[in-house]
């Protein structure tokens, strides 16, 4: 499809798109647009910058009644940020029908002026899920008449830990209305709520299927004694983002997260031996950014769904080539390249030619002495992660640790990660940047309207 004029808009849109130069279709709107138009519901896998807002906002704008002064489409973004940008974007597509009126309902504003807005009538809502729930709370936003719902970056939404709000806020819903789900990724918790609220949903996926992950194996043979230093080279020469680091035992694992964080690697270990509440803390760490390396046995690292993550070395060689295939398979995802390096002591040779034999070819062997050479250079990690004194228990929500940090405290939405609620805590990760201004914010403030202790975990 080369033009808009194939989808079969009204004139007065196609008109306004030509005066936008929307000139050509991009792949998202491509395959999103016809099955939205006839009104099925969509799941699909876009990434920021696609053009999944105008995917999702023609289609909505075509459909609208101007003369119903009823909500007919919400759309749930993950921060305030995005809300606006939504909220721009949809009331230029929206000048080719008259007097629709867009309101933005997020945290970190006053709810007053949004309640007597509200009060006005508005076609479309765009706003964060807490701020949204707020308002169905307290009956001032009615989604009776509601034909459309819109998740976007649905998984980023989960990753801040929207998840109980979203269901909360979509079981509020019209049962009979389109769903449209636009997400980067594909965690499990966005295909049990596509299968909970959506109906037959369209799957749209613009971007080219890998036949397999792409990842770049080498191996280095190294002395007993050069596990710390070499395991430290590659961290310096890849600076990954995130790396995952295989030992075989549980002290193995201590040793090396120790001698990494000594080095001045953002090093973090886990293993079987770590309790419930200690796992989880390291877990979050890494997920959310606030650690770069996570150093883990097999066992621990099993069921890990760890996105984007460019590097993982095998400090020892695997047990078998099972193993050993599992291990490397967590990089390389999402058509991204991966690299999977293994250090090999002369003792622990047998394992690679077990691996030799099981794959039928030989292994890349890397300069073992170029790389001791590397100058250690520690990742430092973009995030920080503030712990607060409060979790679901005391029915603190990641809406209200969003709205305390971006209203009060004046830290930008962009400038905060990762929300993980507990049953007594909530962890949420902030850019390094903004951080100390975040945690002293806290101190002195209130979260939820209570003074909640905070410190940085």
């Known amino acids: 499809m080369s033009s808009f004029k194939e989808l079969g808009l009204s004139p007065a849109m196609q008109a306004n798109l030509d005066r936008l130069n929307y000139t050509q279709p991009t792949g998202i709107q491509v395959k999103a647009m016809p099955p939205a ?26 459909k609208l009644q101007p003369k119903q002064f009823a909500v007919q489409a919400l759309v749930l973004c993950p921060t305030r940020e995005l809300a606006d940008q939504v909220a721009k974007a949809l009331r230029e597509l929206a000048r080719a029908k008259e007097n629709v009126k867009v309101l933005t309902l997020c945290g970190g504003v006053p709810i007053g002026p949004q309640i007597g807005s509200l009060s006005h009538g508005a076609h479309i809502v765009v706003g964060t899920p807490g701020r949204v729930e707020d308002h169905l709370r307290k009956g001032t936003l009615n989604l009776d008449r509601m034909k459309t719902l819109v998740l976007d970056e649905a998984d980023r939404m989960l990753d801040m830990g929207f998840e109980e709000v979203m269901t909360s806020i979509l079981s509020q819903t019209p049962r009979n209305r389109q769903t449209l789900l636009f997400s980067a990724t594909w965690p499990d918790a966005i295909r049990t709520i596509s299968e909970r609220f959506q109906s037959e949903p369209e799957d749209v996926r613009v971007e080219a299927q890998e036949s397999g992950p792409d990842i770049e194996e080498l191996f280095y043979e190294i002395a007993p004694d050069q596990q710390v230093a070499a395991v430290a080279a590659l961290l310096s020469r890849f600076q990954p983002s995130a790396s995952l680091v295989f030992c075989t035992t549980k002290r193995d694992c201590d040793e090396l997260a120790d001698e990494l964080s000594r080095l001045g690697f953002a090093a973090l270990s886990l293993h079987g031996d770590l309790d419930q509440k200690d796992r989880d803390g390291t877990l979050v760490k890494f997920a959310n950014q606030s650690c770069t390396v996570l150093v883990a046995t097999d066992v621990a690292a099993r069921g890990l769904d760890i996105k984007g993550l460019p590097l993982v070395i095998n400090a020892e060689p695997a047990r078998d080539p099972e193993v050993y295939t599992h291990r490397i398979g967590r990089t390389g995802r999402a058509g991204e390249q991966g690299h999977a390096i293994t250090l090999c002591t002369p003792k622990q040779g047998h394992k690679i030619t077990r691996l030799e034999a099981d794959r039928a070819k030989s292994v890349e062997w890397g300069d073992t002495a170029g790389l001791l050479a590397e100058r250690v250079r520690p990742v430092r990690p973009p995030m920080k992660t503030l712990c607060l004194a409060g979790g679901r228990k ?33 962890f949420v990760a902030v850019q390094v940047e903004w951080a100390d201004k975040a945690l002293a914010r806290l101190e002195a403030g209130k979260v939820k309207g209570r003074k909640i202790r905070v410190r940085f975990a």
């Open 37 to 62: 138009m006839a009104g099925r519901d969509v799941i699909a896998m876009a990434q920021t910058g696609s053009g999944k807002t105008a995917a999702f906002g023609i289609p909505l704008i075509e």
């Open 394 to 426: 005391e029915k603190v929500r990641p809406g209200d640790v969003l709205g305390a940090l971006t209203g009060d405290a004046g830290i930008p939405g962009s400038a905060v990660g990762k929300i993980d609620l507990f049953d007594f805590q909530c």
